[in-house]
Every structure is written in structure tokens, then in C-alpha cells.
């Protein structure tokens, strides 16, 4: 089946040290990846997205993520947090065009 | 910046009742996307509709669901008859590409 998976439930990373939020899935062909932030009562927002080319994406508010294809992994990275970076992030898959699939979340706090 | 938006924000029914949540997509967007996100769990794919058809959907959209675009610029999620577990955070999401996706702020939908 195909599938998102994000292992860590929460992430807890001091103010100004780098993060890395986890990101594996299992799907058949090529599919496009993406990286969407909740904040408390609100929609998803989107960060980044890998569809093809250079495996580094860059994104919103200084994230990227890093898409292995060996690995089939796509970390979410930030080089230096900030306390307002604390929200709930979202792993997603789109598969067959139509449909995305989205992991179950992980939490990050920063701690200032 | 345009944005997606959705009325109500929350909507309260008795079970069985009849419910409409209401989407107004960005204006040059052709895909759109329903998903629902039960309380601290994961966002769920419910359907996508392109051209003015359904294109993909989940298992849990079933018979009591139904999806319209009836003026060009709403997009409107139907529940025929609400149970308890329809309780959720319902997303509208549109796309220009069919990739990344524009989230509303979404519609708490509490069945009692």
C-alpha cells in the first residue's frame, strides 16, 4: 500500500540549533513531495515541494528538505530554529495526480 | 494574496441531519480537493474534482458525500445524513498545476 510515514511524533529542538523533521514513504513511480505547516487553528500551509531536478529544495521562512530517492526519504531541514517555527508539520505525497496522501504529523517545539 | 476561504468556520448539527460546507477556491484554479482532519490525527484525502467531474476519491467518501461546483466559483462538500465519527476539520484545497495545493482555513464540524 501506499503509504507516508513520519516516525517521530515530536520534534523538541532549542532556539537557534538546526532541525530536522523525518520523512520516509513508499509509493510506486516518481511522485511529487511536499511539505505543509499547521499552526493552531488554521489550514495547511505549504513550505516546499520536490518534483524533479536538484534533491534540495528550498522553501518558505529559510526550510528545505532533502529528497533521497534511495532512502525514498524527505527530510524537512532548518539550519537555525525559531521559537515561531513551533507547529505541526505535514509530510505529503501526490500520487496519480489526483490524490495526495499526507502523514500523520509531527509536532516540533522550540524551546527559546 | 489570494486565498482559499470557507464558510462556516464551525457548524454544529444534530446526527442525520443534512450538512453543506461551503468553498470558494482561488479564481484561476481548475483543481480542487476536499479532506477532513479528525481531532490530533492525520489529514485525510476525501476527494478531488477536475473539470467539473470527480477525479480521484477515498474510501471514505461514500453514498452520504457528494461534491459541487455550481456556479463557477463555489465548491460545495454535501453530507446527506451525518453520523458522530463525521465530526472533523473539513479542508477545501485548490491547485492552478494539480500539484501543490492551497488550503482554506477550514470548517469545524461538530455532529452531536
Known sequence: ?112 | EPEVTQTPSHQVTQMGQEVILRCVPISNHLYFYWYRQILGQKVEFLVSFYNNEISEKSEIFDDQFSVERPDGSNFTLKIRSTKLEDSAMYFCASSDSGDEQFFGPGTRLTVL
Open chain 1, 1 to 112: 500500500a501506499q503509504s507516508v510515514a513520519q516516525p517521530e511524533d515530536q520534534v523538541n529542538v532549542a532556539e537557534g540549533n538546526p532541525l530536522t523533521v523525518k520523512c520516509t514513504y513508499s509509493v510506486s513511480g516518481n511522485p511529487y513531495l511536499f511539505w505543509y505547516v499547521q499552526y493552531p487553528n488554521r489550514g495547511l500551509q505549504f513550505l516546499l515541494k520536490y518534483i524533479t531536478g536538484d534533491n534540495l529544495v528550498k522553501g518558505s521562512y529559510g526550510f528545505e528538505a532533502e529528497f533521497n530517492k534511495s532512502q525514498t526519504s524527505f527530510h524537512l531541514k532548518k539550519p537555525s530554529a525559531l521559537v515561531s517555527d513551533s507547529a505541526l508539520y505535514f509530510c505529503a505525497v501526490n500520487i496519480g495526480g489526483f490524490k495526495t496522501i499526507f502523514g500523520a504529523g509531527t509536532r516540533l517545539f522550540v524551546k527559546a
